[in-house]
């Protein structure tokens, strides 16, 4: 079938900050072969290509002379089972909170933890989705991308996806590979992970004391929902800022003026700090200017009350960065794609 390709759309349903800029040409890929008809086209037509799927890690600045291509492939399909485990296969374009569900229902455990993050399964790869512990690196088999510049197919095993905390080798090899289908090697037995934030108190809390991973799954989407803003109530994209990796001095001068710094020690000798703590601590928490906006519960979470467009909350973002900068001497890095 013919890729249908659309002119001039509104990208407001298509990403979770609800920024209303338009793409110059749209299309949705619902196969490797759609993917390969908007490649060509998009060198036909010498414009850039841009791959979105569930538009929850994305800040748009302005309208996009591109042509914007939506992953919406679907299909799961177990490709291999050996004494108690599975590898199973995602195409790109499923939803992800679903297809965590669908995993677990099936009585295979690993993504629990990774429960009610909104996107899509190709784009879990790109910033190793992470929570409560737990990232997608740990569950990971392989992947399938196209080579964009030769519309190759590659493998990618673990160590070739280079993933490091909130990062692979896709962010930095930007543009170039579009992943089409992600294997995950999942497992029968549940190996629970629960002492990350308030996941243990809660289950204490519902009076479970032997978890299955559906019980791990319901306690963090009911402390999700509770914390976090629904996009499709609050234009947002989850955390804004990565938490930064200090030295352990840098840290220790801070707790000097700050004690009650939020710090997690990690291997070589830095230490993770948690920026949401920091911007907190800066009197950001809540913050609104026109329609961009800090949280009110989770200042790590940038918010758009309606109208805020993404240069507005690009600029609020901004000036954070620079407030927490010279306060504590600590860079932010921005974690949504800017466009
Ligand atoms: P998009 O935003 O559409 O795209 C993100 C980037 O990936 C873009 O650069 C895009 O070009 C690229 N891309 C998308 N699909 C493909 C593909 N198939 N091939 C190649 N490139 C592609 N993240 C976490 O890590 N942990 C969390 O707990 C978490 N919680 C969140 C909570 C909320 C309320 C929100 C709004 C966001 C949260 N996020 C979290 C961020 C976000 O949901 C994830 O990063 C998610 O994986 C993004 O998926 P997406 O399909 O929406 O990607
Ligand atoms: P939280 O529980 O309030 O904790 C604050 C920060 O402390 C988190 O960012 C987390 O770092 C860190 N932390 C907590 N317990 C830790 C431990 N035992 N060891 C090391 N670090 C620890 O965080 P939250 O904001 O409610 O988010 C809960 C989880 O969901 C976190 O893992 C967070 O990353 C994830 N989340 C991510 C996004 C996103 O868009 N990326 C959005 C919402 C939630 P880490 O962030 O490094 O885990």
Same mark, same amino acid.
């Given at each position: ?9 509104? &990208? ?10 338009? @793409? ?34 994305? $800040? ?14 679907? =299909? ?28 677990? @229902? ?24 992470? @929570? ?21 197919? +590659? ?6 996806? #280079? ?10 090899? #930007? ?5 089409? +289908? ?9 190996? $629970? ?9 809660? &289950? ?14 319901? #306690? ?12 499709? !109530?609050? =234009? ?17 001068? !801070? ?17 993770? &700090? ?38 507005? $909350? $690009? ?6 960065? #620079?407030?927490? @900068? ?14």
């Amino acid at each position: 079938m013919t890729l249908y390709v659309q002119p001039d759309v509104s &990208l407001k349903p298509f990403n979770t900050f609800g920024v209303d800029v338009r @793409a110059r040409l749209f299309a949705q890929a619902r196969s490797d072969d759609d993917v390969r008809q908007a490649l060509a086209y998009s060198q036909a037509h010498g414009l850039p290509l841009l791959i979105v799927g569930g538009g929850s890690n994305l $800040l748009l600045t302005g309208d996009i002379d591109a042509l914007v291509l939506r992953m919406s492939s679907r =299909g799961i399909r177990i490709v291999h089972e050996d004494c108690g485990h599975a590898v199973v296969e995602a195409e790109a374009g499923e939803p992800w909170h679903p297809f965590v569900q669908d995993m677990l @229902a099936r009585g295979l455990a690993g993504l629990e933890n990774l429960s009610l993050i909104p996107g899509t399964v190709g784009a879990a790869p790109m910033q190793n989705i992470g @929570a409560y512990g737990v990232e997608i690196k740990d569950v990971f088999h392989s992947l399938t991308a196209m080579d964009r510049q030769t519309g190759q197919l +590659r493998e990618f095993s673990l160590q070739d996806c #280079a993933f490091g905390y909130r990062d692979s080798v896709f962010k930095h090899d #930007a543009g170039r590979w579009l992943i089409l +289908r992600v294997k995950f090697r999942l497992s029968y037995s549940a190996d $629970l992970h629960l002492d990350y934030g308030p996941v243990r108190q809660r &289950l204490d809390a519902l009076g479970i004391k032997q978890p299955t991973p559906i019980d791990v799954s319901r #306690a963090i989407c009911a402390i999700r929902s509770e914390k976090l803003p629904d996009p499709t !109530i609050l =234009g947002n994209a989850g955390s804004f800022f990565k938490n930064p990796l200090v030295s352990a001095e840098l840290a220790g001068l !801070i707790k000097q003026t700050h004690p009650g710094l939020v710090s997690y020690p990690q291997p070589e000798g830095r230490v993770k &700090l948690a920026a949401g703590w920091l911007i907190e601590q800066a009197g950001w928490k809540g913050f609104r200017d026109g329609d961009a906006g800090v949280h009110q519960l989770q200042s790590l979470v940038l918010v758009n009350y309606g109208a805020a467009s993404g240069a507005e $909350l $690009l600029g609020l973002a901004r000036r954070i960065q #620079a407030d927490i @900068a010279e306060r504590f001497g600590v860079e932010l890095e921005m974690e949504p794609n800017v466009y």
